[in-house]
Every structure is written in C-alpha cells, then in structure tokens.
C-alpha cells in the first residue's frame, strides 16, 4: 500500500502535468491565432488559470454544480453518520454541500485533507435508505483519503476551460472572416473530445475502484455501496441533470450524471456499474 508521502508525490506530479498540459494547448492556441506575441499574451492567461485552479478548484467545482453549503441543523442526522464514518477513516470532518438536483448524485472535491468537501444532490438523500448512503458517502472519503480529490477537481476545471475556450473563439471570430472564426469551429468540433481524452488521461478509472474497495472498508458493509450503485445508475437513468451544471464536472461524481454525447462517449471516466458491483459483492463484510 502507498504511504502517505509517496500519494501525495503522486496526486502532485499529474496535477502539474495536467496544468502544463494546458499551458502547451494555450499557448499553441494563441500562436495559431497571433504568432509569438499572443503565444505570451496565451502564456500569461495560462499561468493564471493554473493558478486558480490550484488554489480554488473546489470552489470552481462547487460552483459549477451550484452546490450550497448544508446547514447542520437541517440534517442532523447525515452530519453525525459523516462524523462516524471520518472517525473510522482517519479524517478531519468535510465541508458539506447540496446540490439542488433530483437526480441521485454525489461528489467530493478539494485539494487536500484539510480542504476537503463532500457534495449530495438532494435526489440522493431522498432516494437512498440510510445504510446506503453511507456507503456512497464513505466511497467518497475514500477518494479524500486516497487523496484523488485534487486531481479530479482540476481535470474538472481544466476541462471546463478548454470547452469555454472554444466558445469565446466562436464568439469573438462570429462578426467577420477573422480567422479567430476558422479556429472557433474547428475548436468546437475538436474541443469536446479533446477536454475528455485530457480528463481520462489524467483521472483513471481505476481510482473509482479503488475508493469502491476503500469506501467499502470504511462502512464495513460492501453490499451497500454496491445496492447504492445499482439504485443509483437507474436513478440517474431516470432523471437527467437540470439547469446549468458543467459537463466537466463529470468524473467528480460517484456514477455519470451526463449521458455520453459523440466521442465524448470514448473517453468515460467511470467504470461499468456491473463491474464495480461485482468486485464490492466479492469482498468479505468487515467484522
């Protein structure tokens, strides 16, 4: 198993391929555009995008899923079933959020432990029996102990930039037969595919395996997380994301909230349902 040490080695070392990653495509973008002079000027606007995502993709995520702050007095109980399942885990508590969604969804997000949050969609805490939203929400903890929160929210981020990239290209080329226009649908057509195959680069499908096994661990009741997952991928099934939620949240949550469009479906960052039922069902109950 990773130390400690050696997962935040590793969380760190994708994290800063990823943003530089971005930087090469700004920067190879604004040449394409202006030559050298807006390759900088592409540089520049790089350097302060990795630098917010950083420090406040957390924020960025929560916001993109408009996610509201969850008040203890409305949920005792879910504050207090967290607080025993980061006791078993080893954890400071998360900042909790709703997201006002009926869809039955989940994510967590942050950049370390102490800057951590778990996300619920409202769909989810009337949807699922208690037993099993703990398990979702220790698969979650899962992910903050593994310390995969970080690069998740800054693929989701980063993913997000490059969509709307391609969009103020549109926008700004749409008056004239600038060449910002040529580059703006080619960009839309390119675009799409392109923040996806990023995202699966850098965010795994093994790491929702393992928070499965890890989240597993912590509530001791794997057959949970598995019902959780199978109730889950039907209810999300049933009832699609509303309103302005970013597609590039995606691999932040516990099962896809979106319906896979074009070759974005190539690029699934989460692994088959039946799979990961099928490896929870095959793992002893702790005792």
Not at 1 to 20: D, G, I, P
Request: net charge negative.
């Amino acid at each position: 198993m990773k130390t400690t040490r050696e997962s935040t080695f590793a969380a760190t070392l994708r994290t800063t391929m990823l943003m530089a990653l971005l930087s090469g495509f700004l920067v190879a973008i604004g040449f394409l555009i202006g030559g050298p002079d807006m390759a900088i000027l592409f540089l520049l606007g790089a350097a302060a995008i990795n630098f917010f995502t950083y420090f406040f993709s957390d924020k960025l995520a929560l916001k993109m899923s408009r996610a509201e702050p969850m008040e203890e007095s409305e949920h005792p109980e879910f504050y207090e079933m967290v607080r025993e399942l980061c006791q078993t885990a080893d954890l400071p508590m998360p900042k909790l959020y709703t997201i006002p969604q009926a869809q039955p969804n989940a994510f967590a997000t942050g950049r370390n432990y102490n800057n951590s949050a778990v996300a619920v969609t409202e769909g989810i805490m009337q949807l699922l029996p208690k037993n099993e939203l703990r398990g979702v929400v220790a698969h979650e903890l899962a992910h903050i102990k593994h310390r995969d929160i970080l690069i998740q929210s800054v693929a989701a981020t980063i993913g997000a930039a490059i969509t709307y990239l391609g969009y103020m290209l549109m926008w700004f080329g749409s008056d004239n037969n600038s060449p910002l226009g040529l580059v703006g649908v080619l960009a839309m057509v390119l675009l799409a595919p392109l923040a996806a195959s990023i995202i699966q680069l850098a965010v795994s499908r093994q790491r929702e395996y393992a928070a499965d096994a890890g989240g597993a661990q912590i509530s001791g009741e794997p057959e949970s997380l598995a019902s959780a997952l199978l109730r889950l991928e039907a209810g999300t099934e049933q009832i699609p994301m509303q309103g302005h939620v970013n597609d590039a949240t995606e691999p932040l949550y516990i099962v896809k909230p979106f319906k896979a469009r074009g070759l974005a479906g190539l690029f699934s960052t989460h692994p088959p349902i039946e799979e990961r039922v099928e490896r929870l069902r095959q793992m002893r109950p702790s005792l």
